[in-house]
């Protein structure tokens, strides 16, 4: 009866090279450190501009008479956390495997994505009470230099999140994307109490509340948007399988390989910025252990040579009986 075995590729030597497994390991860590620490940087950057731009929003609110700049200067507040949630993630998930995480910390990333995107549905909720209490309380109108400091908030933001955003598309990270959304969000916050003031202000008597209904408007977006982060970042919690087009070109990798007769399954999962690869082959049941084990190696490499961000790739031989 035919054998077959499993090799782990990041965990044993292989016959024609037996130092190579250490180096890749050192290059895939150096990638990830790398990955991460852009991704952390650009969270603290976001701290900052969210810090400086809450406390003018919110003095700028108070001495304009204007509650939708004070909510959007909360919400900014509010994003400071979440951008240090996303961040302190992001380092958590650039530790290296440990002997209580083989699989390294990499499920960090999406857990900081969670509690980002729920900062943000809570923000909105919060920002739509408020506005309601707001359009049912006379008030005066907002002063007109309180559009002067929207304007720089919708620059400043929207630069931001272009800047973040695609850093995210670069580094495959569900967390610095939901982070560059905060920003998003604050600008399309500041863009509405924008069109609310205006109007409030060319309206005159009667249209105070413009701004407050503005408010309100752009808190179902901003909670909209919130939803939509939450659902792929818990999807990578649960361990949903990525956009089958990558296993498919997995599969055409490894079939590729000299001894390969066939691919049986594939299946992937993404942890943090990376992919564990999980793979079947057959290959001619009359080889020799050793030739399997190279057939293995030459798998394993192939992959990881077409797709850095492939942590590690597990094979498993299956064998294939000739045709009588």
Partial sequence: MAMTFDIVPLRCRAVADSTKPFSEIAAASARRARGYGAGARLALLGVAANFLLALIKIVAGILGNCYALIADGIESTLDIFSSLAIWFGLK?????????????????????????????????????????????????????????????????????????????????????????????????????????????????????????????????????????????????????????????????????????????????????????????????AGLTVRDGHRIAHAVKDAIRAANPAAADVLVHIEPIEPET
């Fill in 92 to 284: 958590v998930a650039a530790e290296p495997p440990d002997e209580a995480h083989p699989y390294g910390h990499g499920k960090a990333e999406p857990l900081a994505s969670v509690v980002a995107a729920f900062a943000i549905i809570v923000a909105a909720i919060g920002l739509a009470v408020e506005s309601v209490r707001e359009i049912i309380t006379p008030h005066h109108s907002p002063a007109p230099f309180t559009l002067a400091v929207l304007v720089a908030v919708i620059v400043v933001k929207e630069t931001l999140f272009r800047k973040v955003a695609g850093a995210a598309e670069q580094l495959g990270s569900s967390a610095v994307k939901t982070d560059a959304w905060h920003h998003r969000s604050d600008a399309i916050t500041s863009g509405g109490a924008f069109i609310g003031i205006s109007i409030a202000l060319l309206g005159g008597p009667g249209w105070e509340p413009a701004d407050d209904w503005a408010a309100l408007f752009t808190c179902g977006i901003i909670g909209f948007n919130g939803w939509r982060l939450l659902q792929p970042a818990l999807l990578e919690v649960m361990d949903t399988a990525p956009p089958r087009e990558l296993a498919d070109s997995v599969r055409q990798i490894a079939a590729g390989v000299p001894g390969v007769a066939d691919v049986e399954k594939c299946h992937l999962r993404k942890m943090g910025m990376e992919f564990y690869v999980d793979i079947h082959v057959g290959v001619d």
